[in-house]
């Protein structure tokens, strides 16, 4: 089992960017798939994206991969969501996850979750 946090959201306008930070701590970083999901209100959680343990394998959510970028730093146990062009229905919660499944994007796949982090964007 792993314990994740994630950080970095906020308030943007519409245009706007954020970058959202998982840390990891517990069992070995490197060898999970980990993901981020996020879920608005009134609606279900939904996958964003997963990056591979070694960050060479990316799946992104085909509404979001040309503004959404995940990445990892194995060395700092820490992932990352790069968002762009933020448009107001990214308003979500957003959840980083990890699982032993190799880039699944099934979120009943992943064990760990995170507390979540608001992102919220003005229009």
């Known amino acids: 089992q792993v314990q994740l946090v994630e950080s970095g959201g906020g308030l943007v306008q519409a245009g706007g960017s954020l970058r959202l930070s998982c840390a990891v701590s517990?069992?070995?970083?490197?060898?999970?798939?980990m993901g981020w999901f996020r879920q608005a209100p009134g609606k279900e959680r939904e996958f964003v994206a997963a990056?591979?343990?070694?960050?060479?394998?990316?799946k992104h959510a085909d509404s979001m991969k040309a503004r959404f970028a995940i990445s990892r730093d194995n060395g700092k146990n820490t992932v990352y969501l790069q968002m762009d062009s933020l448009k107001p229905e990214d308003t979500a919660v957003y959840y980083c996850a990890a699982t032993n499944a190799y880039l699944s994007t099934d979120m009943n796949r992943f064990r760990s979750w995170g507390q979540g982090t608001q992102v919220t964007v003005s229009s």
């Open positions: 517990g069992r070995t970083f490197s060898g999970y798939t």
């Open positions: 990056i591979s343990w070694t960050g060479g394998s990316t």
